[in-house]
């Protein structure tokens, strides 16, 4: 799922080609999942010809700030949302697969931008992608002070608290740490591989609970919330410019046969990397320089905290609006390549969805 370096690095691209221009059209796809209080034509109706002043981003959420009367998009990536530009390939989470392709427009689309150079009158297309459907897009007057932005907790970049607030919030909970970490109401952005890279060079076990972490635990972990982030920020979430001892470039090698970690330790010698189920999420930690040092409250002498939820082998859900069973079966139905664009606006049945132009005026009952 894309983190909080990763958002950064689409909200960089949105403020690259869009900062100060206008958005002189818009296309869009039904979805009454992704589109969330906000139907693809309000939305498309809302943001068109109206010029972006401003792109920013809070945890894992990004938003577009316009002029004129009228809301601002604010945008959730969910575990496969992503941003393609017309004539490249789109900002992939990890590692491009070998299959991706620059065709336009590409699949998974759900809206796309005709952004009009304010120098040049060049337009740039922008498209918005998500293939499972559990990215969000929202319509906000005010992103920050409204949910999804409102709800979240502390941002590592933008709005780190003092060290003494944060002590006292991790101790006051018995959870394990990095469950603590992942709860978006308290530190926002902070997704799987970032709190394994938080808790790896703090020293402490993705299990130990907040509430046992002594001093010293606490003030590394305070430190590494922070640098963690701006490093993967200033490299643009391109983890090929990560430093070569940070966890991430060894980590995903869970389940691999013959798979070498090359990862040491700080006396040289090789660093035995395990994994762990927390929070439901799978934890990779260092097992030399990780330990968990205390029991869970309640359990027998020597027992270790575990999570009894059962990790399902993906890598999560959107962080915001769950989807409901049925929706989640109505998603998984629905897949598809390709859909012909619409030049007029209609009603269209859920099994035949098409993109509509912002000018379509919203149809009667």
Wanted: aromatic share 8%; with cysteine; charged share 30%.
């Amino acid at each position: 799922m894309p983190e909080l370096p990763e958002v950064e690095r689409a909200a960089k691209l949105v403020r690259d080609v869009a900062l100060g221009n206008r958005i002189v059209d818009v296309e869009t796809i039904e979805d009454n999942i992704v589109y969330s209080g906000t139907s693809h034509v309000e939305f498309a109706q809302t943001i068109k010809d109206r010029r972006v002043t401003n792109v920013g981003r809070y945890g894992k959420v990004f938003y577009l700030q316009l002029d004129g009367e009228g809301k601002m998009p604010v945008l959730h990536f969910g575990m496969t949302g992503m941003l393609q530009v017309k004539g490249q390939l789109a900002k992939y989470y990890r590692e491009t697969p070998r299959t991706a392709s620059a065709d336009w427009p590409p699949r998974f689309v759900k809206f796309i931008l005709h952004i009009e150079d304010s120098e040049t009158g060049n337009i740039t297309h922008l498209a918005f992608l998500d293939a499972r459907r559990l990215g969000r897009i929202r319509l906000c007057a005010n992103p920050l002070t409204e949910p999804p932005i409102s709800t979240l907790g502390f941002d590592p970049i933008l709005s780190m608290p003092g060290l003494d607030w944060f002590k006292q919030a991790v101790l006051k909970r018995g959870c394990p740490i990095k469950a603590l970490l992942l709860d978006q109401s308290f530190s926002a952005g902070v997704g799987n591989w970032v709190a394994d890279e938080i808790l790896y060079h703090a020293r402490v076990h993705p299990e130990e609970r907040g509430s046992a972490l002594n001093d010293d635990q606490l003030k590394a972990l305070y430190a590494e919330i922070s640098e963690v982030c701006r490093v993967a920020v200033e490299a643009n979430a391109d983890d090929s410019k990560f430093p070569d001892n940070w966890l991430f470039k060894h980590r995903w090698g869970k389940g691999k046969k013959n798979k070498i970690h090359e990862l040491k330790l700080p006396d040289g010698s090789p660093a035995t990397i395990k994994w762990v189920t927390v929070g439901g999420r799978t934890s990779a930690y260092v097992a030399e320089l990780q330990h968990l040092a205390h029991t869970a409250p309640g359990s027998g002498s020597g027992s270790r905290t575990r999570s009894t939820r059962k990790h399902d082998g993906s890598d999560g859900a959107s962080d915001l609006t769950p989807l409901s069973e049925d929706e989640v079966k109505d998603e998984s139905s629905k897949r598809g390549g390709k859909r012909k664009l619409a030049t007029t606006s209609r009603h269209f049945p859920r099994a035949a969805k098409r993109r509509t132009k912002a000018t379509d005026s919203v149809p009667s009952d």
